[in-house]
């Protein structure tokens, strides 16, 4: 067989778990609350510190590909993704976790732009859009399947092995890098950094996510004390250093100096249309995958192994769709494939919200569908964002959607998971209120729940079956909620889509 083929399973199997890991802590979070005493702050940062450091340096990483070679930056990523795994699987509280996880998102950005531009190059015509559905379908089924994984392994091992799984299949990513895949570059390009622009674009970043996630701990404006909040303060500077760094990017542009982000590429209309969708689309879907676990496990009865094989019927939604992608994108073309794909996902996670709470049946049938959408949707929307980038730009250019989908799913899991948790206290408070409990029983009982994120709502129920009851009713009433404005959010990517090109050059290669 083509040493390309060879290749691309190790480049998806080293993607597959950078994008596998998010699914597996989301399962795995509400053991991980009880057991680390996280509260509803530290464990909003679990998941979102990961994506907030991949989408902070994954333009500088994707540049260092393009200068040092795309397959070193990839193994030197899996290592330290690796080392930092370890780690995570030890960690003995909240701070030693979120800095593992910090660690283990700089090994993930080292990793995702390499592989995609390594693809980019390797493969053209009809082989790309076959390299694509296989790397979309085994990224799609490796993330869904992750939450089955760390289900089994939270319920009858430990959630330690939901970090520690990635070391063997790492390895054997690595080899197959080293042994089959090129070191693809960028010939013309310096070996030089623009220092001020990661410094500008990993300050702005970190500044906007930081508020988004901390407001509901310290208010916006004022704190429960009456103190003034740090919040909106350091949403502003964020998002003035965003526009600072947009303007020394565009004048060192202009100047022939070295830049993180060529700005040029946003006038690749598939290019700056795809990015803009894909942003959408990973705000609504990863604001779910934060969501849907501490439903299912707070209020609805299941534990963490019940929770992966319901999440199971994503997997296989995403499964079929991928067998089915090549073939339709023969005959509807890819942009059509995208916009039914992210129609299938509204409609799915719209239902979800209606019917939640529903049947382990509906549910599964919500998220076979959601499956469905995601594997028809996401490998050919990254294949469409790419697919006019030059080749000489290709590392730069991954690097730059992946970090725009990157953000999307920490503010996704920053304003859904907060306005879940704001919602959740809200009603559990004023639920225990009107049934007459006394002002200090509902002060510790909103508490012992927003500082959870309703993994406490069980053990609550064994005490007192009142305040669990009406902490349950809260976490479903705000899940509702959140998951109803996440599918309200995938309708806008849906919108976004139809600005996206036919791309009749690249389906007619597609059809030969």
């Not at 946003?266 to 959408?280: C, D, W």
């Not at 959870?452 to 809260?474: C, H, M, N, T």
Request: contains cysteine.
């Amino acid at each position: 067989m083509d040493k390309r083929w060879w290749a691309l399973a190790a480049i998806a199997l080293g993607v597959a778990l950078v994008i596998m890991d998010a699914t597996i802590a989301n399962v795995a979070l509400p053991v991980v609350i009880r057991d680390l005493a996280l509260t509803s702050s530290d464990a909003q940062w679990v998941n979102a510190i990961y994506s907030l450091v991949f989408a902070s340096l994954i333009i500088t990483a994707g540049r260092a590909g393009d200068v040092f070679g795309r397959r070193t930056m990839a193994a030197v990523g899996l290592a330290i993704f690796m080392a930092a795994s370890l780690a995570a699987g030890s960690a003995n509280g909240p701070g030693f976790l979120i800095a593992a996880r910090t660690i283990q998102g700089i090994g993930a950005a080292c990793v995702l732009p390499a592989t995609l531009s390594s693809i980019n190059a390797m493969f053209r015509g009809k082989d790309r859009s076959i390299a694509f559905a296989v790397y979309g379908s085994m990224i799609g089924g490796m993330a869904a399947v992750g939450p089955l994984v760390g289900g089994w392994l939270a319920t009858e091992v430990t959630w330690r092995w939901a970090f520690w799984l990635n070391i063997p299949f790492g390895l054997l990513a690595l080899a197959g890098l080293l042994a089959f895949a090129p070191n693809t570059r960028d010939e013309r390009s310096q070996a030089s950094f623009d220092v001020l622009g990661v410094i500008l674009a990993s300050l702005a970043m970190g500044a906007i996510v930081f508020a988004l996630i901390e407001a509901s701990s310290f208010g916006w404006w004022r704190g429960a004390d009456g103190a003034l909040s740090p919040i909106t303060p350091t949403l502003i500077a964020g998002l003035v250093l965003l526009a600072v760094f947009v303007v020394v990017e565009y004048r060192r542009d202009r100047a022939g100096k070295p830049v993180l982000v060529h700005l040029a590429l946003f006038r690749v209309r598939t290019f700056s249309l795809g990015v803009s969708t894909a942003f959408l689309v990973s705000l609504g879907e990863f604001g779910l995958l934060f969501v849907l676990p501490l439903l299912l496990q707070g209020a609805l009865g299941y534990d963490t192994l019940g929770t992966g094989w319901l999440m199971m019927a994503l997997a296989a939604g995403t499964f079929v769709a991928s067998g089915l992608v090549p073939h339709l994108v023969k005959s509807w073309g890819k942009t059509a494939v995208i916009r039914v794909g992210l129609i299938i996902e509204a409609a799915a996670v719209g239902a979800l919200a209606l019917a939640t709470p529903a049947s382990a049946l509906v549910m599964a049938i919500a998220l076979f569908s959601y499956g469905v959408g995601v594997g028809l949707a996401n490998a050919q929307l990254t294949d469409t964002t790419m697919q006019d980038v030059p080749v000489e730009k290709s590392g730069m250019a991954s690097g730059l959607q992946t970090t725009i989908r990157q953000l999307g799913s920490a503010m996704g899991i920053a304003v859904l998971g907060g306005l879940m948790i704001g919602q959740l206290t809200t009603h559990t408070e004023q639920r225990l209120t009107d049934a007459g409990v006394p002002p200090a029983q509902v002060e510790q009982v909103s508490t012992a729940v927003h500082d959870s994120v309703g993994a406490a709502i069980p053990a609550i129920s064994q005490r007192s079956p009142e305040a669990g009851k009406a902490a349950a009713d809260s976490l479903i009433d705000a899940a509702r909620l959140t998951v109803g404005i996440g599918a309200g959010i995938l309708l806008i990517g849906v919108a976004a889509s139809f600005a996206l090109p036919a791309s009749r050059r690249e389906d007619e290669a597609a059809r030969t």
